[in-house]
């Protein structure tokens, strides 16, 4: 498995939970990282994308301002800070490594893409 992410799980409105994703080192390294979700019967939409530095981020309009990616290059990990939830968050929320080093924000960007993780917010 070459991206592995976990911290899903159920949670109230308004509650936080937190993201994480392992990756191997040779996907991870000089790639940016970004995250992605995908509800039922809906297309996997953007939610957060960030540079192989850490120096540049970009969110999805829905979570500017709630979420937060950041990254660990000696870890190779990458986060997402979810804050504020909101019962429109629930999905599957996926990892993805990018084809370059900078900021992609379409499934097109993405060549590695990890299992999955459920979020679930209740009302």
């Known amino acids: 498995v070459q991206l592995q992410a976990s911290g899903g799980g159920l949670v109230q409105a308004g509650g936080s939970l937190r993201l994480s994703c392992a990756a191997s080192?040779?996907?991870?390294?000089?790639?940016?990282m970004g995250w992605f979700r995908q509800a039922p019967g809906e297309e996997r939409e953007f939610v957060a994308a960030i540079t192989w530095r850490g120096s540049n981020t970009d969110y999805a309009d829905s979570v500017k301002g709630r979420f937060t990616i950041s990254r660990d290059n000696a870890k190779n990990t990458v986060s997402l800070q979810m804050n504020s939830l909101k019962p429109e968050d629930t999905a599957v929320y996926y990892c993805a490594a990018a084809r370059s080093s900078g900021l992609a924000t379409t499934t097109r960007g993405y060549q590695y893409w990890g299992q999955g993780t459920q979020v679930t917010v209740s009302s």
């Open positions: 080192r040779r996907i991870f390294s000089n790639n940016g």
